[in-house]
């Protein structure tokens, strides 16, 4: 009986810790995300334009996770993301790697 109540025990906390960690990688508000993305980086990233053609689709996941952990836009240019607060950048995030070309539902901005 004891045994079975520190199985029990010990599956709901592995359960409860995934769980945060999940929540803790994922984070953003995808929805929110996809808004902010037609508002502030659709009108840089259409096709013609001098930044280049960005979606969702140009990246895969992993790679939008390593283009946002490097900063790599402030890098490429510099200050463009200086109105956007952490919550943003997180939101954009989301959204850029929920709809990566390798995700479960690729998609572009409506390009």
Same mark, same amino acid.
């Given at each position: 009986?004891?045994?079975?109540? #520190?199985? !029990?025990?010990?599956?709901?906390?592995?359960? #409860?810790?995934?769980?945060? #960690?999940?929540? %803790?990688?994922?984070?953003?508000?995808?929805? /929110? *995300?996809?808004?902010?993305?037609?508002?502030?980086?659709?009108?840089?990233? #259409?096709? *013609? %334009?001098? %930044?280049?053609?960005?979606?969702?689709? =140009? /990246?895969?996941?992993?790679?939008?996770? /390593?283009?946002?952990?490097?900063?790599?836009?402030?890098?490429? %240019?510099?200050?463009?993301?200086? =109105?956007?607060?952490?919550?943003?950048?997180?939101?954009? !995030?989301?959204?850029?790697? @929920?709809?990566?070309? @390798?995700?479960?539902?690729?998609?572009?901005?409506?390009?």
């Amino acid at each position: 009986m004891k045994i079975q109540k #520190v199985l !029990f025990l010990t599956a709901l906390l592995t359960i #409860v810790l995934c769980s945060l #960690v999940f929540a %803790a990688l994922e984070g953003g508000d995808e929805r /929110r *995300g996809k808004q902010l993305a037609i508002d502030n980086c659709k009108p840089c990233h #259409v096709q *013609g %334009a001098t %930044a280049g053609t960005i979606t969702p689709l =140009s /990246r895969t996941q992993r790679q939008w996770e /390593r283009f946002y952990n490097k900063s790599r836009h402030d890098k490429i %240019a510099p200050g463009a993301w200086a =109105s956007f607060t952490e919550r943003d950048l997180k939101d954009v !995030f989301q959204f850029m790697h @929920d709809h990566a070309a @390798d995700s479960d539902q690729p998609m572009t901005c409506g390009q």
